[in-house]
Nanobody, 127 residues
Framework: QVQLVESGGGLVQPGGSLRLSCATS????????IGWFRQAPGKEREGVSF????????NYADSAKGRFTISRDNAKNTVYLQMNSLKIEDTAVYYC????????????????????WGQGTQVTVSS
C-alpha cells in the first residue's frame, strides 16, 4: 500500500519561500513517479512539478519554472518541493501523488493519471 504524507505548508509573505515534503512508504520511489499538484478554491487541480525518482528527471509547469525546484532523497523515501519567490496566486492546497511507472510512459502531468494521493498541505501567500 502506497502512503503519501505532505508537510511544510504554512503562511508566508509574497517573495518568501517554503519547502514542502512528501514522505512516502518504503520502496515507493523505486516503482512510482511523484507529482506535486495544487488546488485553489474554486479552481481545478493543476500540476506543478514532477519527478522520476529513479533517474532524477524532472518537469515543471510554466507557473513553477524558475521558482520551484523538485528533488528527492531516496534514502529517506521523501520528495521535496522548494518554492521560492512565492506569489499570492500560489495560494492553494498542495498535494503529492504517485503514479505507477510500469503503467505509464514517462511521468504524466494530468491528475487523473495518478494512482495515490496524500491529504494535502495548505500554502497561503499573503501580506
Amino acid at each position: 500500500q502506497v502512503q503519501l504524507v505532505e508537510s511544510g505548508g504554512g503562511l508566508v509573505q509574497p517573495g518568501g519561500s517554503l519547502r514542502l515534503s512528501c514522505a512516502t512508504s518504503p520502496s515507493t520511489l523505486d516503482f512510482y513517479a511523484i507529482g506535486w499538484f495544487r488546488q485553489a478554491p474554486g479552481k481545478e487541480r493543476e500540476g506543478v512539478s514532477f519527478i522520476n525518482p529513479s533517474d532524477g528527471n524532472t518537469n515543471y509547469a510554466d507557473s513553477a519554472k524558475g521558482r520551484f525546484t523538485i528533488s528527492r532523497d531516496n534514502a529517506k523515501n521523501t520528495v521535496y518541493l522548494q518554492m521560492n519567490s512565492l506569489k499570492i496566486e500560489d495560494t492553494a492546497v498542495y498535494y503529492c501523488a504517485a503514479v505507477d511507472k510500469a503503467r505509464r510512459v514517462g511521468v504524466p502531468s494530468a491528475p487523473w493519471e495518478y494512482d495515490y494521493w496524500g491529504q494535502g498541505t495548505q500554502v497561503t501567500v499573503s501580506s
